[in-house]
T-cell receptor
């Protein structure tokens, strides 16, 4: 069973388009995250939701809007795509914050290419 | 602000050589420390983690790491690498709390030659 899944795996689109990436976790976790990995493999957190509530919103352009319909899903919508948005986007989830439950489980990533 | 430094950006080793990848962090409070591995074309997988207790932690695939609080370091080690260890290795830290935000280092690309 896939713990954290993302669709699509690859996404190629043109500048100016609007696109969404979906993430689902079947681990029963309360918290989900979006990370961006750039061409130099640097990983940076973008957003985090805990029980559908936004708790982390890093300095990300307003064109990026996360949406959490329920605690098992965290989707990422991107408006007016730009060349610089090309990256691999990873979704992750983690259990409630207690004891040693800070481990995050990552999805397979979505490679976004903007042309 | 929290930060993580990985000094080795690219490491090339022959099989059976010993490995040590450096990781230093900057954070004033209690930290949780992680090493993640990303095999070519795959997602990040947890190698090992430190939350508290014994500063020498053992992870999967023969990896271990030592937390040295006085040096703000969490170096990754393996006594004998294999070709299958070729991957990108990321050190990460978080200060716990409500956000559980992971701060990653820039990664170290390990290439093991057969």
């Amino acid at each position: 069973d896939t713990a954290v899944s993302q669709t699509p795996k690859y996404l190629v689109t043109q500048m100016g388009n609007d696109k969404s990436i979906k993430c689902e976790q079947n681990l029963g976790h309360d918290t989900m995250y979006w990370y961006k990995q750039d061409s130099k493999k640097f990983l940076k957190i973008m957003f985090s939701y805990n029980n559908k509530e936004l708790i982390i919103n890093e300095t990300v352009p307003n064109r990026f809007s996360p949406k959490s319909p329920d605690k098992a899903h965290l989707n990422l919508h991107i408006n007016s795509l730009e060349l610089g948005d090309s990256a691999v986007y990873f979704c992750a989830s983690s259990p409630p914050f207690a004891g040693d439950s800070y481990e995050q489980y990552f999805g397979p990533g979505t490679r976004l290419t903007v042309t | 602000a929290q930060s993580v430094s990985q000094h080795n950006h690219h490491v090339i080793l022959s099989e059976a050589a010993s490995l040590e990848l450096g990781c230093n962090y900057s954070y004033g409070g209690t930290v949780n420390l992680f090493w993640y591995v990303q095999y070519p074309g795959q997602h990040l997988q947890l190698l090992l983690k430190y939350f508290s207790g014994d500063p020498l932690v053992k992870g999967i695939k023969g990896f271990e790491a030592e937390f040295i609080k006085s040096k703000f370091s969490f170096n990754l080690r393996k006594p004998s690498v294999q070709w299958s260890d070729t991957a990108e290795y990321f050190c990460a830290v978080n200060g716990g709390g409500a956000t559980n935000k992971l701060i990653f280092g820039t990664g170290t690309l390990l290439a093991v030659q057969p």
